[in-house]
């Protein structure tokens, strides 16, 4: 049964950069049925994509916060990555990695249970 | 961008009534569309996808319908483990959003 686990510090300062990894167990990440997204949930509030990328490296990011993020794979350790730079408290949330499937299947089908990331100094 | 507008925000109902959320995008999006639930504390759940077909696994008093721009959840009888959030996606292009949640509680 495909897992996801999200992996990275829970407290970042001001202005550095977010850095997060999502490990994917019991499948491949290289499968050519899938993209693998990030999402954001601040406390309280709603689910914002982040962004999604395909095991061969294309991404594809919410245009709102395309200057800071930055998405990468590693097939050979079957793991995801979400960089994103300069954050401010605003960026405080619970974020979470998903896989998410192709055309009409494209709902993100398997989520991992999140890690919560809280900017401050 | 492509708004999602879900309404109500929050409802109240009896065990055993039946529920209806709507969510209204901006534009057009065919049926790449998806309804998730959330429960206190944990993690969203895919419930349908491609707007009307249901996720393996899900209770079959969720049902979902519409197109284009109108979408529809409906929860045939309501109970008492169906209390959460309820949040639609789009997905037809980027950015995907999400709609704002409607919170159901039992009455």
């Known amino acids: 049964q495909l897992q996801l686990q999200e992996s990275g510090p829970g407290l970042v300062k001001p202005s550095e950069t977010l850095s997060l990894t999502c490990t994917v167990s019991g499948g491949s990440i290289s499968s050519s049925s899938y993209w693998w997204g990030w999402i954001r949930q601040p406390p309280g509030k709603g689910l914002e994509c982040i962004g999604t990328?395909?095991?061969?490296?294309?991404?594809d990011y919410n245009p709102s916060l395309k200057s800071r993020v930055t998405m990468s794979v590693d097939t050979s350790k079957n793991q995801f990555s979400l960089n994103l730079s300069s954050v401010t408290a605003a960026d405080t949330a619970l974020y979470y990695c998903a896989r998410q499937g192709l055309g009409i299947r494209a709902a993100f089908d398997i989520w991992g249970q999140g890690t919560m990331v809280t900017v401050s100094s | 961008d492509i708004q999602m507008t879900q309404s109500p925000s929050s409802l109240s109902a009896s065990v055993g009534d039946r529920v209806t959320i709507t969510c209204r995008a901006s534009?057009?999006?065919?049926?790449?569309f998806a309804w998730y639930q959330q429960k206190p504390g944990k993690v969203p759940k895919l419930l349908i996808y491609a707007a009307s077909t249901l996720q393996s696994g899900v209770p079959s008093r969720f049902s979902g319908s519409g197109s284009g721009t109108d979408f529809t959840l409906t929860i045939s009888s309501l109970q008492p483990e169906d209390v959460a959030t309820y949040y639609c996606q789009r997905y037809n292009s980027a950015p995907q959003t999400f709609g704002q949640g409607t919170k159901v509680e039992i009455k």
């Open positions: 534009q057009g999006i065919a049926n790449f």
């Open positions: 990328i395909y095991y061969s490296g294309s991404t």
